[in-house]
């Protein structure tokens, strides 16, 4: 019994410990956001401003946010905003048709540079995501443009107060212009709008907890190197959950994401739907739901039209591009098309072979398999298919764990490939012998 109590007490010494400090970091973070992002949304409610100042409004204030959390590194953005709009406008006058395309292949081209020969190493760790957020932007509102949603070429103000708005230019979440546009347009002062922040302000707390102090406690590197893995996976995953939530915080903050009755209409992500996974290709969709939404607009309909393997494929390709040269992301992401793709067809075979509800995506109409979703041979299928996801989640996810040194520098071909070797590849053996069977049947 003393041996259980000191464990205990030990145990949530080490929690406190860990948990003090990272709650401070953490919500000293928050504080930047929040005030910057409720400045903005108070001037909007309080004052009646034209629609150029609203944006001029978003440009100062996001301008001001990002150079005080990232200092002069706040340039390069600057750089990529103004060069491609600049760069849409010369476009604009050769053509209205490959905007799109070639301001695409210029933006990534750019990422891409100054991954690998301007910028060093450390800053673009630290600037990689807003510089992808902005890049989003960009490609999505020349695409538009290419699409005639737009009556006009958007003014250098309502480009600029798009691209830097405080609401989202560092963590995200992408939004499209004409929703951007439409939030500025909200009004609301209640006190529903300060409980969503507190409380998603509180669920990035505690993911941020989970993350760092509670989940690499709760299973010990000396146990099944499985077991390791999924722990290192999911403190990953807990990461990214905070970020999400964070997001979201930042956005609300700003009367984003609300409707005019103050209800929040804006996902990011889903953990539970990622903790206990129907399927891959869901984990997919509710990992990050509006770069899920981008890539689907934007990348997979333009390429659909060769082939649906070319489209999982350029989608996939064109998101690792995105987060940069890094053979461990990209590594990642083109194995997560390959596993995803393989899975739903997979699944189709096995739910038109035996009849049973089994799909990647459950049935959203009238199910007509003879053996519906409750049945006992569907549950079964599901839940081997969900076991086999989680497998997938702890083996993809393993090498995200790292030492800060490393994630500085990015993480190398020979540290990714120690990690799946570590595990004997078998997750791509695994889908290997699906494909087979799918093949096969």
Same mark, same amino acid.
């Given at each position: 019994?003393?041996?259980?109590?000191?464990?205990?007490? +030990?145990?949530?010494?080490?929690?406190?410990?860990?948990?003090?400090?990272?709650?401070?970091?953490?919500?000293?973070?928050?504080?930047?956001?929040?005030?910057?992002?409720?400045?903005?949304?108070?001037?909007?409610?309080?004052? #009646?401003?034209?629609?150029?100042?609203?944006?001029?409004?978003?440009?100062?204030?996001?301008?001001?946010?990002?150079?005080?959390?990232?200092?002069?590194?706040?340039?390069? *953005?600057?750089?990529?905003?103004?060069?491609?709009?600049?760069?849409?406008?010369?476009?604009?006058?050769?053509?209205?048709? %490959?905007?799109?395309?070639?301001?695409?292949?210029?933006?990534?081209?750019? =990422?891409?540079?100054?991954?690998?020969?301007?910028? +060093?190493?450390?800053?673009?760790?630290?600037?990689?995501?807003?510089?992808?957020?902005?890049?989003?932007?960009?490609?999505?509102?020349?695409?538009?443009?290419?699409?005639?949603?737009?009556?006009?070429?958007?003014?250098?103000?309502?480009?600029?107060?798009?691209?830097?708005?405080?609401?989202?230019?560092?963590?995200?979440?992408?939004?499209?212009?004409?929703?951007?546009?439409?939030?500025?347009?909200?009004?609301?002062?209640?006190?529903?709008?300060?409980?969503?922040?507190?409380?998603?302000?509180?669920?990035?707390?505690?993911? =941020?907890?989970?993350?760092?102090?509670?989940?690499? %406690?709760?299973?010990?590197?000396?146990?099944?190197?499985?077991?390791?893995?999924?722990?290192?996976?999911?403190?990953?995953?807990?990461?990214?959950?905070?970020?999400?939530?964070?997001?979201?915080?930042?956005?609300?903050?700003?009367?984003?994401?609300? *409707?005019?009755?103050?209800?929040?209409?804006?996902?990011? *992500?889903?953990?539970?739907?990622?903790?206990?996974?129907? #399927?891959?290709?869901?984990?997919?969709?509710? %990992?990050?739901?509006?770069?899920?939404?981008?890539?689907?607009?934007?990348?997979?309909?333009?390429?659909?039209?060769?082939?649906?393997?070319?489209?999982?494929?350029?989608?996939?390709?064109?998101?690792?591009?995105?987060?940069?040269?890094?053979?461990?992301?990209?590594?990642?992401?083109?194995?997560?098309?390959?596993?995803?793709?393989?899975?739903?067809?997979?699944?189709?075979?096995?739910?038109?072979? =035996?009849?049973?509800?089994?799909?990647?995506?459950?049935?959203?109409?009238?199910?007509?398999?003879? +053996?519906?979703? +409750?049945?006992?041979?569907?549950?079964?299928?599901?839940?081997?298919?969900?076991?086999?996801?989680?497998?997938?989640?702890?083996?993809?996810?393993?090498?995200?764990?790292?030492?800060? #040194?490393?994630?500085? #520098?990015?993480?190398?071909?020979?540290?990714?490939?120690?990690? %799946?070797?570590?595990?004997?590849?078998?997750?791509?053996?695994?889908?290997?012998?699906?494909?087979?069977?799918?093949?096969?049947?």
């Amino acid at each position: 019994m003393e041996e259980d109590d000191e464990y205990t007490e +030990n145990t949530w010494t080490y929690i406190s410990l860990c948990a003090e400090p990272t709650l401070y970091e953490g919500l000293r973070f928050a504080k930047d956001l929040i005030i910057a992002n409720l400045i903005l949304r108070f001037i909007i409610q309080t004052v #009646s401003l034209p629609h150029n100042v609203r944006h001029s409004l978003c440009l100062v204030i996001g301008s001001f946010l990002l150079y005080y959390s990232i200092g002069p590194a706040f340039f390069w *953005t600057v750089g990529l905003a103004s060069g491609s709009y600049i760069f849409i406008i010369l476009l604009s006058f050769i053509t209205k048709r %490959w905007r799109g395309l070639v301001i695409a292949i210029s933006v990534i081209s750019f =990422l891409l540079s100054c991954e690998v020969y301007i910028v +060093n190493p450390k800053m673009w760790q630290q600037i990689r995501g807003i510089q992808m957020v902005a890049a989003m932007k960009i490609i999505s509102v020349a695409i538009e443009l290419d699409r005639s949603l737009f009556k006009h070429m958007l003014n250098p103000v309502e480009f600029g107060g798009y691209i830097m708005c405080p609401a989202n230019c560092i963590l995200g979440p992408w939004i499209s212009f004409h929703t951007y546009n439409n939030y500025l347009d909200v009004k609301f002062l209640t006190r529903r709008w300060f409980k969503i922040i507190l409380i998603n302000l509180f669920l990035a707390m505690f993911f =941020l907890v989970l993350s760092n102090c509670i989940v690499p %406690w709760y299973i010990d590197d000396d146990l099944t190197k499985w077991l390791v893995a999924y722990r290192d996976a999911q403190a990953f995953r807990m990461s990214h959950y905070f970020v999400s939530s964070m997001s979201i915080v930042s956005m609300v903050s700003a009367g984003f994401g609300l *409707t005019n009755d103050c209800h929040l209409e804006l996902q990011v *992500t889903k953990p539970l739907f990622i903790e206990l996974p129907r #399927s891959l290709v869901q984990v997919v969709i509710y %990992w990050n739901i509006p770069m899920h939404q981008w890539l689907k607009n934007y990348v997979f309909k333009t390429c659909q039209a060769y082939g649906q393997f070319t489209a999982v494929f350029v989608t996939y390709a064109v998101s690792s591009l995105l987060h940069g040269l890094n053979f461990q992301f990209s590594a990642v992401l083109l194995s997560i098309g390959t596993f995803s793709y393989v899975e739903y067809n997979f699944r189709y075979k096995v739910a038109s072979a =035996l009849e049973v509800c089994c799909l990647a995506n459950p049935c959203t109409k009238q199910c007509d398999h003879k +053996n519906k979703k +409750n049945s006992l041979l569907a549950v079964f299928t599901n839940t081997l298919f969900s076991f086999i996801t989680i497998i997938h989640l702890a083996y993809l996810g393993v090498m995200f764990e790292a030492s800060f #040194s490393m994630q500085e #520098s990015g993480y190398s071909y020979f540290h990714t490939m120690s990690k %799946w070797e570590n595990l004997n590849y078998f997750s791509h053996g695994l889908v290997f012998f699906m494909y087979v069977i799918y093949l096969m049947m």
